[in-house]
């Protein structure tokens, strides 16, 4: 059994409200490997802010979990490192079942989300709840996300052929009856590089998708439901063009791809939603620049000279998302004042 305050990590408990508060969201970021992590802390050091390392399913099973609690404990000290102890949560992304969020609380996690959407109502309930008690007896208190609606598209496992958006009129009963710190909530965002379907699109002159707008109405009926309450946005990556077209130019091929628009997270970030995932955008920047870096010197086997550039891509998309779109940069400082009071 470990404690996630052995190895320095924080819960979203105080982060949130301080969110909250400043109207900015906290940026989740998942990762599976060293550099991206290091591209993380660097980009979260350089702009102080706090961070949510999320860690997936699939993470799991590639990383292994004891590899991932150590390259948690090793973020923290390399923020300190490069000169910021900026918070650090490390938190389950779309835990399947009760088992699988024990097991990361048990070996260090300060956050974790069960993930029972796809289940009947009362079942998500049921689930939720079990989840809310182990995480909340413990010593060290493990803070919750439950999540209601249904988000579209594939990613790490998390699939789901269509959306649902969440029902305003179930949020205050499944919050009083589950205990959770904070929910997710489904208004038109979704998993993958594809968020939507070049159908519920228009297109620009050069064949650029533009999406249909978020359901605000639905965040608001929501906010109104649960007033001053953490909300969560899954499938929240805003898939650059440029990277797209960067991929594609060197050989890819991901048609179709379309995301989330920054102007509408930016407005997200301004509500109730202080925790905003983002997890493709990551894995766009990456492949550009590692097929860039192979296409234009193929004598290249190394693989630091195309994860060093790479890391690097990520890095600066990292630190344009948290000071231009989130507007969590320049938060770590306060954020961690708050938490030591709190104590």
Known sequence: MHSYKEIGLVNTKVLFQQAMAGHYALPAYNFNNMEQLQAIIQACVE????????VSKGARAYADKYMLRHLAAGAVEYAHELGCDIPIVLHLDHGPSFEVAKDCIESGFSSVMIDGSSLPYDENVKMTKQVCDFAHAQKDYVTVEGELGVLAGVEDEVSAAESHYTKPEEVQDFVG???VDSLAISIGTSHGRCKFTPEQCT???DGVLIPPPLAFNVLEEIEKKLPGFPIVLHGASSVPVQYVKEIEKYGGKIPDSVGIPEEQLRKAAKSAVCKINIDS???LAMTAAIRRVLTEDPTVFDPRLYLGPARDELKAMYAHKNKNVLGSAGHAIEAMNAIKAAK
Do not use: F, H, N, Y
Not at 47 to 54: A, G, K, N
């Open 47 to 54: 702009t102080q802010s706090p961070v949510i390392l999320q």
């Open 177 to 179: 009856k589950t205990g």
């Open 203 to 205: 297109r620009t002159a």
């Open 281 to 283: 955008d990551g894995r």
